[in-house]
């Protein structure tokens, strides 16, 4: 069971009122570790200088899209096995079978609740403490 204090998640979104959700939802779960980058571009070169253990991320950004961001992390053989939420307003079949297929750990629909965002860690993490 991870420890919510000492997880480190890595906030991918390039809505400034989303990253505050993320923020607030997460602090409400006991996270303390949470880094913020608005762009795919800028995560994986946060990802070169600290070790995260969760990217929760959005899917339509300027630049590399959520999608794009997911298979580069899938391919790199340091970051392959490490949990990937899609956060996205995205909820059609085809996007959900998109980022499955990419190898998404799970995908949740903004905007989401606390709790909601609770059950989401939980199923890829594991129950939290």
């Not at 959700?21 to 949470?34: F, K, N, P, Q, S």
């Not at 899917?59 to 580069?72: A, Q």
């Not at 307003?89 to 998109?98: F, G, M, Q």
Request: charged content about 25%; aromatic content about 6%.
């Amino acid at each position: 069971m991870p420890i919510a204090k000492n997880l480190r998640i890595l906030v991918v979104d390039d809505q400034k009122s989303m990253r505050e959700l993320a923020r607030m939802c997460l602090r409400g779960l006991g996270v303390e570790e949470i880094d913020f980058v608005e762009s795919a571009e800028a995560a994986l070169e946060r990802l070169k200088e600290a070790p995260f253990d969760l990217i929760i991320s959005d899917w339509n950004m300027e630049g590399m899209t959520g999608l794009e961001f997911l298979k580069k992390i899938r391919q790199n053989p340091v970051l392959a096995r490490m949990p990937f939420v899609m956060a996205t307003t995205e909820r059609t079949a085809e996007h959900v079978l998109a980022a499955k297929s990419a190898g998404v750990s799970h995908y949740i629909a903004k905007p989401y609740s606390q709790e909601n965002f609770k059950k989401t860690l939980e199923q890829v993490l594991g129950p939290l403490t």
